[in-house]
């Protein structure tokens, strides 16, 4: 495997693993008060356009990836508009 | 322009303008209990890696939408390290 293909896995994963804290932080406390709801709204749909992009594209990294980040984000979005 | 490359165009700018109000709520509130360290940590991390990917790539959209998303993501991180 080439260098940059390691970097791009790397990258995938972190962006993908850094929400994990987020989901536990805001599951385990319920408050959600700091967190904007925009940026996980426009941020959701950006992830969804990421995922049809991978699909076009063939890209399993990219579909994967975007597929689990998407998925938390829409549950850091469900325990935002319970908890605001 | 194909298709699949508007809807990367797309995703890209989603996820980076995303970060846009959520820069401007822990500005103005200076307020950030709520948000996660881990995950901005983590995240910089990522998208600094999603920067190399990009240079290695001559990919100036990976870049650039990359090298955004990271200096809000490190202004939301200086914020969250002041106000705990």
Redesign the interface.
């Given at each position: 495997m080439k260098?940059?293909t390691i970097?791009?896995y790397?990258?995938?994963?972190?962006?993908?693993?850094?929400?994990?804290?987020?989901l536990?932080?805001?599951h385990k406390?319920r408050?959600?008060?700091?967190?904007?709801?925009?940026?996980?709204l426009?941020?959701c749909?950006?992830?969804l356009?990421?995922t049809?992009?991978g699909i076009?594209?063939k890209s399993a990294p990219i579909i994967l990836a975007n597929i689990v980040t998407l998925a938390m984000g829409i549950y850091i979005l469900i325990l935002k508009s319970k908890h605001g």
């Open positions: 260098w940059p970097v791009g790397i990258a995938a994963i972190s962006t993908t693993v850094a929400f994990i804290p987020q536990i932080k805001s406390t408050q959600t008060k700091d967190i904007s709801f925009g940026m996980y426009l941020f749909f950006g992830l356009m990421w049809i992009y076009a594209l």
